[in-house]
T-cell receptor, first 112, second 113 residues
Framework: KAGVTQTPRYLIKTRGQQVTLSCSPI?????VSWYQQTPGQGLQFLFE???????NKGNFPGRFSGRQFSNSRSEMNVSTLELGDSALYLC???????????FGPGTRLTVL | AQTVTQSQPEMSVQEAETVTLSCTYD???????LFWYKQPPSRQMILVIR??????QNATENRFSVNFQKAAKSFSLKISDSQLGDAAMYFC??????????FGKGTRLHILP
């Protein structure tokens, strides 16, 4: 089976712009979770989608949003980018919530 | 609320030696999962080992083993015969049913040649 894929791998944006990141889970996995990883804050949970519904949500402002499509692919969107949004954004898929997660390579977002 | 604590931000070990990474967690549940994930520099995060709380036997995967102390809510990872390829950030994680998985802040492990 193909692993979790994330596109793009690298992204440079400027403050105030918006960005959309994409994640394709492992075939058959219905749960997709998103994390923000920074050196200072570690791995922070953004949200989780299961069968197109948001099941869990972390403590991020409303500028961070996501969705999941019927084929389980997921996107996350960050609007009005801030410098502090610079991070590695990881996507992970799982057969179901709470189970072992399989991570993608991440999208490295730099906000200038 | 459940929490996961890794008290060692960084550790170093000599190649071929044994090292133990600590993890404690807090939960009021009795049936849950615990994981150790490894994130090598600039590489993907992968699962190292997994423990089901209802199983008393400690999980083992080759050179990796855990010491699961349910009453003490402790879940340490032991790496035997450390190799240069073991250098990575290690994350301890907790999962309960349909709740989100909770990760610790990680321990960066350095392997000294």
């Amino acid at each position: 089976k193909a692993g979790v894929t994330q596109t793009p791998r690298y992204l440079i944006k400027t403050r105030g712009q918006q960005v959309t990141l994409s994640c394709s889970p492992i075939s058959g996995h219905r749960s997709v979770s998103w994390y923000q990883q920074t050196p200072g804050q570690g791995l922070q949970f953004l949200f989780e989608y299961f069968s197109e519904t948001q099941r869990n949500k972390g403590n991020f402002p409303g500028r961070f949003s996501g969705r999941q499509f019927s084929n389980s692919r997921s996107e996350m969107n960050v609007s009005t980018l801030e410098l502090g949004d610079s991070a590695l954004y990881l996507c992970a898929s799982s057969p179901r919530t709470g189970n072992e997660q399989f991570f993608g390579p991440g999208t490295r977002l730099t906000v200038l | 609320a459940q929490t996961v604590t890794q008290s060692q931000p960084e550790m170093s070990v000599q190649e071929a030696e044994t090292v133990t990474l600590s993890c404690t967690y807090d939960t009021s549940e009795s049936d849950y999962y615990l994981f150790w994930y490894k994130q090598p520099p600039s590489r993907q995060m992968i699962l190292v080992i997994r423990q089901e709380a209802y199983k008393q036997q400690n999980a083992t995967e080759n050179r990796f083993s855990v010491n699961f102390q349910k009453a003490a809510k402790s879940f340490s990872l032991k790496i035997s015969d450390s190799q240069l390829g073991d250098a990575a950030m290690y994350f301890c994680a907790y999962a309960y049913r349909d709740d989100k998985i909770i990760f610790g802040k990680g321990t960066r492990l350095h392997i000294l040649p």
